[in-house]
């Protein structure tokens, strides 16, 4: 079982940035393939970024790409979301996701076994 924690969600101006952070509980950070989700109200959960369990391969929706960057420090069993040049369109809930150990990263929520409780991303235009 893993445990996750997101924190550093928040209201930032468009063209700002914000970085997010989500800790998760165990031993086995290091064997999880991990993903950052958003989501708004009325829509469905939405594919951010992933991070292959040793970090060597990550995957971007095309509505982030060269805006944020996924990274982790497996030491600290944490995963990170930094995200610049914000826009409106990036506001909602983002939840961070685990997958059971040694799977590649994938897109579908449904793939992600673990979840975090979310931290609201606001945009200010």
């Known amino acids: 079982q893993v445990q996750l924690v997101e924190s550093g969600g928040g209201l930032v101006q468009a063209g700002g940035s914000l970085s997010l952070s989500c800790i998760a509980s165990g031993r086995t950070f290091s064997m999880h393939t991990m993903g950052w989700f958003r989501q708004v109200p009325g829509k469905e959960r939405e594919f951010v970024a992933a991070?292959?369990?040793?970090?060597?391969?990550?995957k971007y929706a095309d509505s982030v790409k060269g805006r944020f960057t996924i990274t982790r420090d497996n030491a600290k069993n944490t995963v990170y979301l930094q995200m610049n040049s914000l826009k409106s369109e990036d506001a909602g809930v983002y939840y961070c996701?685990?997958?059971?150990?040694?799977?590649?990263?994938?897109?579908?929520?449904?793939?992600?076994?673990?979840w975090g409780q979310g931290t609201q991303v606001t945009v200010s235009s």
């Open positions: 991070i292959a369990w040793s970090g060597g391969s990550t």
């Open positions: 996701a685990a997958r059971k150990p040694y799977y590649a990263p994938g897109v579908a929520p449904g793939a992600y076994d673990y």
